[in-house]
């Protein structure tokens, strides 16, 4: 093997991403909208979101609490769902935007978030 097969694999080797499981804190603002037949309220409230990204396991979970259902898990962009709220996650500018709508007796409540997020230092 040449010099330069070798360089060529060593760089190689080096440009791989490296698989971690990775914390990301997200501060979002959240707007909750309720729609019902005697008038429509809504609220809008600063919340940190906290998720691990496992690379490896192609998995999103809450930090602390059970996994997200991932129906999209790239290098640029994550999409999951836990309890009727779709997350997207874009990994290459760190913005993560959710959604989600319920409507029960008469009464419908949507929910809308985004925020940035960034590593956590430990």
């Known amino acids: ?13 080096l440009a791989q991403p490296v698989v971690a499981d990775t914390q990301l804190n997200c501060s979002t603002k959240k707007v909750v909208i309720i729609g019902a037949p005697s008038g429509e309220t809504s ?6 979101l906290s998720f691990r990204v496992d690379d490896a396991a192609k998995t999103l979970r809450f930090a602390g609490d059970g996994p997200l259902v991932v129906t999209q898990f790239g290098n640029y962009w994550i999409s999951a769902n836990s309890d ?8 290459q ?3 993560l935007t959710y959604a989600s ?4 007796d008469s009464v419908t409540t949507t929910i ?9 230092r430990f």
Not at 1 to 13: E, N
Not at 43 to 48: A, G, H, P
Not at 101 to 104: A, H, W, Y
Not at 112 to 119: I, L, P, Y
Request: charged share 20%; proline share 0%; net charge positive.
């Open 43 to 48: 609220s809008t409230r600063e919340e940190i």
């Open 112 to 120: 809308v978030g985004s925020g940035r997020c960034q590593v956590a």
């Open 93 to 95: 500018s760190g913005t």
């Open 84 to 91: 009727g709220i779709f997350y997207e996650l874009d990994r």
């Open 101 to 104: 709508s319920t409507t029960k």
């Open 1 to 13: 093997m040449t010099k330069g097969g070798v360089l060529t694999i060593a760089l190689a080797a």
